[in-house]
């Protein structure tokens, strides 16, 4: 390391990280609560007598389970990103404890 050079440690901002998942989580509902696959519905009486009811009918189904799962899946970033804040800020504290009780502070 050369002289007058920092530390290029890893700095964590918990707050940083709750905000994110807080966005994360909100966009998540958002994604879930689309339902765009009901565009899809309106088409399925489309052209009675065909197999085109039933198909748009899927298109539908499917368009929503797979914003579900986007939604699901990004809940669960959210839900990480929070319990990863939680562990820092409890990381940070314990530290803090620790050298408070052999009698040293935190700079």
Request: glycine share 12%; with cysteine.
């Amino acid at each position: 390391m050369t002289e007058g050079a920092q530390n290029a440690g890893l700095q964590v901002n918990p707050a940083a990280l709750q905000t994110f998942a807080t966005n994360l989580g909100a966009e998540a509902g958002e994604l879930t609560g689309l339902g765009a696959g009901t565009a899809f519905s309106t088409a399925v009486g489309a052209l009675p007598g065909t197999d085109f009811g039933a198909v748009a009918q899927q298109s539908a189904d499917v368009v929503n389970r797979c914003l579900a799962r986007m939604g699901e899946r990004l809940t669960t970033v959210a839900d990480s990103m929070r319990t990863a804040a939680g562990s820092y800020e409890m990381a940070e504290a314990d530290f803090t404890r620790a050298l408070t009780t052999i009698g040293l502070q935190l700079p």
